[in-house]
Each structure stands twice: as C-alpha cells, then as structure tokens.
T-cell receptor
Framework: GEDVEQSLFLSVREGDSSVINCTYTDSSSTYLYWYKQEPGAGLQLLTYIFSNMDMKQDQRLTVLLNKKDKHLSLRIADTQTGDSAIYFCAEKSRGGKLIFGQGTELSVKP | DTEVTQTPKHLVMGMTNKKSLKCEQHMGHRAMYWYKQKAKKPPELMFVYSYEKLSINESVPSRFSPECPNSSLLNLHLHALQPEDSALYLC???????????????FGAGTRLSVL
C-alpha cells in the first residue's frame, strides 16, 4: 500500500540550511506536498511538486525530487527561529486523500 | 484568499454532552474534509465530502456525525464522546477530489477538543 516516511527530528543553527527528507511508495504520477505546522496551529501549505518534475524553488524553499528512488526533500535556506515547526510531507492518493508522513520536528537554535 | 475558518477554537465537553464543530470556506471549493490530530502526529482523515455528499467515511465511530448543509459549510456533531477523543480537529477544503488535479487542501486552524 501507499506509505510516506520521514525522519522525526532535525536540529540546526540559525542561518544554516535545513534539509528535511521524505520517501514515498506510490509509483503512479501524483502530487507531493510540504506542509508546516506551528504549535497550536493548523497545517500551512508551503509548496507542492508534481512527480514528473525534478526541482521547484520558491524564495528560501527548494524542493528536490528523485523519482527513481521516490525521495523528496525540502531545503530551507538561511533557517530562522520562526521556521521551528513540524514539517509534514504528503502524497496525493485516490478520492482526495492525502497520505502523510509522520512529520519532522525542526528545531532552530540561535 | 485561502482561508478556512473553524469555530470554536477550544471546546471542553463532558461525556454526556452534545456539541458541534463548524467549518466554513468561501473559496468555491467543492470538497471538504474532517481530520483528527493527536499531539505531534500526522492528521488522520475522518470524512470527505464531495459536492455536499459524503464520499469517504474512514470507519469513524457513530458518536461523530458529519453534516454538509451547503457547499461552504461543514459541521461535525459530537455526542457521547470518550476521553480518548480529545484531540485537535482540523477541517480542510480543496477545489474537488479529481484524480488529475493538484487538489491542494487548505486547512483551518482547528478546534482543540477536551473530553472530560
């Protein structure tokens, strides 16, 4: 079945780059999403990519997709303390469903 | 505007109470969703409505009863809940559920529910 996996924790220093990784299993063409969730808040869509693309850049965010390995990464340049949050990778499935990873908790130290 | 509004923000209820959660969007979206989320876990899908009809029920207990009165509103009626139902309840909406579209889901801020 479909599955999305992420590492659970990442700690970086302010100003460094953060790279959050995700693997997925669906072999069909699909959309992949990155959401950010700050404490006590809902999920905020950061970016998305279609599975026939290799890369997408949006300001400080860069998404890289390795279709062969089904590996997705989110790079945050110049990470700030305000970037501390849980980041969820998600894969679009049938019927409108999203298959979420477990979430990566990003901690940014000053 | 990509806003999904949920009320109330917080709710405390006893196991014998009846309450309702509300969700509203004015983006013209025809798909709406309810999720349950425990702390530091991913959201778990509960229900999907497509064009005001229930499309997916993920085997949710009958003490949770969804309702979609029109294309902008989604309710979740709660009755005889258990303490383990305490969680953040998130509503989301998307253009539709078509397989060939990007169907971005936009989430509300959630209702923090505590069942005593």
């Amino acid at each position: 079945g479909e599955d999305v996996e992420q590492s659970l924790f990442l700690s970086v220093r302010e100003g460094d780059s953060s790279v959050i990784n995700c693997t997925y299993t669906d072999s069909s063409s699909t959309y992949l999403y990155w959401y950010k969730q700050e404490p006590g808040a809902g999920l905020q869509l950061l970016t998305y990519i279609f599975s026939n693309m290799d890369m997408k850049q949006d300001q400080r965010l860069t998404v890289l997709l390795n279709k062969k390995d089904k590996h997705l990464s989110l790079r945050i340049a110049d990470t700030q303390t305000g970037d501390s949050a849980i980041y969820f990778c998600a894969e679009k499935s049938r019927g409108g469903k999203l298959i979420f990873g477990q979430g990566t908790e990003l901690s940014v130290k000053p | 505007d990509t806003e999904v509004t949920q009320t109330p923000k917080h709710l405390v209820m006893g196991m014998t109470n009846k309450k309702s959660l509300k969700c509203e969007q004015h983006m013209g979206h025809r798909a709406m969703y309810w999720y349950k989320q425990k702390a530091k876990k991913p959201p778990e899908l509960m229900f999907v409505y497509s064009y005001e009809k229930l499309s997916i029920n993920e085997s949710v207990p009958s003490r949770f009863s969804p309702e979609c009165p029109n294309s902008s509103l989604l309710n979740l009626h709660l009755h005889a809940l258990q303490p383990e139902d305490s969680a953040l309840y998130l509503c989301a909406s998307s253009q539709d559920i078509a397989q060939d579209g990007k169907n971005i889901q936009y989430f509300g801020a959630g209702t923090r529910l505590s069942v005593l």
